[in-house]
């Protein structure tokens, strides 16, 4: 058996890991920085301390902190408009998936002539990228070691990936320490996030056995972890875990792709604004009894990595993980479609559009309806 499997990234790793930033900033040569994050991490305090760690490396910074959630190709070209103005010579991106993702569409146009959109889908990148020093601040896109940023093209009003592995950031700070002030409900989302990547990546037609090692590795770390730091977020050990979690499950599905579950989600995100994390942990547990019709074996080892025991009866055994996520995500309270508002009137628009997504081909059940799609958002509802 031949395969492929792609990890880049120099990874600082634990509480304190921070106190690196001066010497990777060294390392690259850089004299000039973009540092891109949101209004939260601002007043969360999680700036100053990273402009703070550039300051003693000596180097200049111009900031972009007008990051939003699920990051549009208007925000990105406003960005690099910046950034190219200001001859910036690389990136630290500080926050959850939409800042690094936007920090890695802003580098694409630093050195590949716009628009963005003319990257959407895999390898389309013609020159490499600059140095990118991602700082993630929650446990859960995996944005920080993957070669994967999601855009919305707010024109056609749908969400689409930037995949190369030019993106992928040079490297990677991941400190614990910064997802501590994460509130319970992003701390859900995220991680439910997190957990979806270990799930899709495992059964994905494109797995292989180094992403189904990561895979059911990172979903067992998950999956013990999240209900206590969701409960106290003062745990650092769980934070710990979970940030560890996340970046092992990260290595899975930044090569084995990912299914219907994102599709769904994708397109709630482009229509409606839904958190990415929300969107998918909300249909997660109904795709995956879908899924299971497939791969009943895979659902069945997903649910022992948690720690549930098998019956030998494998009808039975499929619907073990399915069963569990939906206990997860109700402890967790994570919101219904209808609780995020949600209307049935719009599940054949959705529907209809769920089923142009590209990452629908790595599904491992195939042949997916616009029956299907209704289905499980008439569960989800």
Known sequence: MSFHFFVKSNISFGAGAAAV???LLAKHGLKKVMVIYDGGVKAAGISSKVL????????????FDSVIPNPTNELVETAAVLAKKEQVGG?????????????????????????????????????????????????????????????????????????????????????PEFTRTAPAGVTAATGMDAITHAVESYISNMATPLTKYNSLKGLEILYKNIGRVVADGNDMEAREQMMLGCIITGFAFSNANLGFVHAIAHTLSAHFGLAHGMANACVLPYVMAYNSEAVPEEMAELAEAIGLKRSGDLEKDRLLLSDA???????????????????????????????????LGFNPRQGVTKEDVIAILEQAY
């Open 52 to 63: 703070a760690e550039i300051e003693k490396a000596g180097v200049e910074t111009v900031v």
């Open 21 to 23: 930033l001066p010497e």
């Open 325 to 359: 996520l939906l206990e997860l995500i109700r402890s967790l309270k994570i919101r219904t479609l209808s609780e995020q508002g949600i209307e049935k009137k719009d599940f054949e628009m959705l529907a209809e559009d769920v089923l142009k997504e590209p990452v």
């Open 91 to 175: 990136f630290v991106a500080v926050g959850g998936g939409s800042s690094i993702d936007t920090a890695k569409a802003v580098n694409v146009l630093m050195t590949n002539p716009g628009p963005i959109s003319a990257y959407g889908g895999m390898n389309m990148l013609k020159h490499p990228c600059l140095p990118l020093i991602a700082i993630p601040t929650t446990a859960g896109t995996s944005s920080e070691i993957t070669n994967v940023s999601a855009l919305i093209d707010t024109q056609k009003v749908v969400k689409y990936v930037v995949i190369d592995d030019r993106i992928t950031p040079s490297d990677v700070i991941a400190d």
